[in-house]
T-cell receptor, first 114, second 113 residues
């Protein structure tokens, strides 16, 4: 019963390096999301994908790109990492585009950029 | 402007007592949904309870209930009979447009024996 799986769990990058955070869900959900969590700021939406083939910017998209590879997978790419991108990243999915559909979250990726 | 405001950075409660975590929201939409999530120290986000803007009754899920006051735009979480395992961060969130969930900054709850 995996739910939403994120890899890696931890990552340290040097400024300027690139990396891709992977996310996969096995719940047949249509919508997928990437959030970042910083102390004192709650969770902020980076990008989301309402359905396979579509992606949209959230509140804090600068410095990131996303790919909805198929219905199951939604990846987040940092092309040139900056210390300001040090954060915990959460992927989430939801079943339906209706108000009462909760988001199901992965366990997070803790990223440090030095 | 903040869509979701949680004014209590930290709350303390004794085991077996009830506690209320505050949440106010800002929207001009008539149709919206409000959620509460729990984040224990292990880091995962756990969905607790949902309240729709058209729901006439306050939502309840076991020891969790949502005190929904639409006119005041508040959606406070009430935890009854607190347990040590309730110590965690609690986030209030709102969905307006059938897609994005916007979160507050959270309240850290500490339950003492």
């Amino acid at each position: 019963n995996a739910g939403v799986t994120q890899t890696p769990k931890f990552q340290v990058l040097k400024t300027g390096q690139s990396m891709t955070l992977q996310c996969a869900q096995d719940m047949n959900h249509n919508s997928m999301y990437w959030y970042r969590q910083d102390p004192g700021m709650g969770l902020r939406l980076i990008y989301y994908s309402a359905s396979e083939g579509t992606t949209d910017k959230g509140e804090v998209p600068n410095g990131y790109n996303v790919s909805r590879l198929n219905k199951r997978e939604f990846s987040l790419r940092l092309e040139s990492a900056a210390p300001s991108q040090t954060s915990v990243y959460f992927c989430a999915s939801s079943e339906l585009t209706v108000l009462n559909s909760p988001l199901h979250f992965g366990n997070g990726t803790r990223l440090t950029v030095t | 402007a903040q869509k979701i405001t949680q004014t209590q950075p930290g709350m303390f409660v004794q085991e077996k007592e009830a506690v209320t975590l505050d949440c106010t929201y800002d929207t001009s939409d008539q149709s919206y949904g409000l959620f509460w999530y729990k984040q224990p120290s292990s880091g995962e986000m756990i969905f607790l309870i949902y309240q729709g803007s058209y729901d006439e009754q306050n939502a309840t899920e076991g020891r969790y209930s949502l005190n929904f006051q639409k006119a005041r735009k508040s959606a406070n979480l009430v935890i009854s009979a607190s347990q040590l395992g309730d110590s965690a961060m609690y986030f209030c969130a709102m969905r307006e447009d059938f897609q994005k969930l916007v979160f507050g900054t959270g309240t850290r709850l500490l339950v003492s024996p």
